[in-house]
């Protein structure tokens, strides 16, 4: 703890700058107190009874300045001390920062590191994520077939309606997010009825003043396998607690997109509510909205572009990319802010107006945001909404239509009576995309998916001339599984590469392969995102890095990634998967992605900087 002579304390009197150490104390005895109420039950569903001294906490406070007493000093000081191992869950870590690849390659094995984690990756669902005994064997069993019939069947919307903190069930959840207002006003909830969390939220609402009346910010704190993570935005604060394991970064940051969610929908003018009334209720302005943010928490299990900070596009044809952006850019020179052409949550393509930036946050919000609404199915719309990477403070115009099942349009603009004026402009675009077979080869690409493990060219020569293979073309004798029988052959592709995700820098745009066996299953899948979570956390870790390359090696998988100034490549393999023959592999999928970049990618538009 740092102090400032000059700071401020909230009291007047002399004697509350320099509290009473015996105060202090208790204070801290308070905030056990407190704390004991979120430690929640293991396994077997009982309440936990182990004593405070016995569950291991640690609370990291950002350091703001203030005249602090020796007995709360070395309270911090020996929490932190406990904490040494909080980044690294019993695994080795050998990293050669000084040393990279070449343009062209890796250079053997030098810049890599090596890890092995001791831990197992959390592997049961959060959207059915009561924590659940496995069998002996590692099988959940009947509940495995279970869980991957509610995943297939996921809707968006409120969960457990019926449950609130003195519920068992809603103390087994492994992951519940809240929002509420300093005050302690309960805003949402992802589990249970805000309104019977209201104990609850005072609660958090509670320790997060306490440690601000302190000067300080609470950032994380840990008891026992849970996670609990605070993000404070003003008047409204958000709180993840959390047992899946996921690294302090990746829940910090859904907390950032869950507040940005929120933005999107109320712009950050909400603030001056609560500068005229602290005790003002924002319950009521996100009516109807729990189908927009139990989405959104859905998409951390599964899409790369939460943690990615990036976009994807649907793979297409250069030239019919080409023709869809042709008629966006009319519109956008006819007045048009933004014009975006999506599937699903991918990009078809994206035109800006001149000096105009949209960050791939505010895409990942707007599409969840037009997802996950069943208003903009069912008719044309225009909507306020905002983008918090572009003006926080100011909404937006968005006319949205759905042009068939998955494809579906977005025109913003900043004029509230521009419904007429962007309807034409669809009418256009609508003709334009029919005449020219857009349409027909985007349900084309959406049925015959991205790129295939399976399909990554094993001979080195087919990297040159014509020969280069691309997307949607048949696969020839060459792209069988006979032409995968140099070195260790996996279960996917060649040399046991599994899957890959590889983000272009410098476009903000990554490309995700398609899953393919043994990873064909939800749980797998959500497992293995849960690992490149780990490893993205890792490599852009201030603290110890950032890192150019990194080789994990665990009982789930091989996992490599490496980093230039223009690209991210991430690559899961079979865990038997030879070290050197991974490289190699990694090598080629970084020649494919560029052979193919025209189709994958969305180029010759102006980047877009933030």
Known sequence: MSSDSNSSSCSEDPTDQNPNPNSMDQSLDVIEGQLASIAFNEANGSLNETNHEETSRVVEVEEQGIESSPVLDDAIEEVRGSAVTLWRNNSELEVDGNTSPSSSGYAGERGSSSVTSASGIEEASDDHDEIREVGNNGDGGPFDEALESQQASWVPGKRHVDEDDASISWRKRKKHFFILSHSGKPIYSRHGDEHKLAGFSATLQAIISFVENGGDRVKLVRAGKHQVVFLVKGPIYLVCISCTEEPYESLRGQLELLYGQMIVILTKSVNRCFEKNPKFDMTPLLGGTDAVFSSLIHSFSWNPATFLHAYTCLPLAYATRQAAGAILQDVADSGVLFALLMSKHKVISLVGAQKASLHPDDMLLLANFVMSSESFRTSESFSPICLPRYNPMAFLYAYVQYLDVDTYLMLLTTSSDAFYHLKDCRIRIETVLLKSNVLSEVQRSVLEGGMRVEDLPADPSLRSGSSAPHLGQPRHSTDSPQGFREGFVGVGGPDGLWHFIY??????????????????????????????????ASMHDKGIGPHKTQFRRDENYVLLCWITPDFELYAAFDPLADKALAIKTCNRVCQWVKDVENEIFLLGASPFSW
């Open 503 to 536: 983000r272009s820098i410098y476009l903000d745009q990554y490309v995700s392969s398609e899953f393919s066996s043994p990873i064909n299953s939800s749980r797998q899948q959500k497992r293995l995102y849960r690992a490149y979570q780990k490893l993205y």
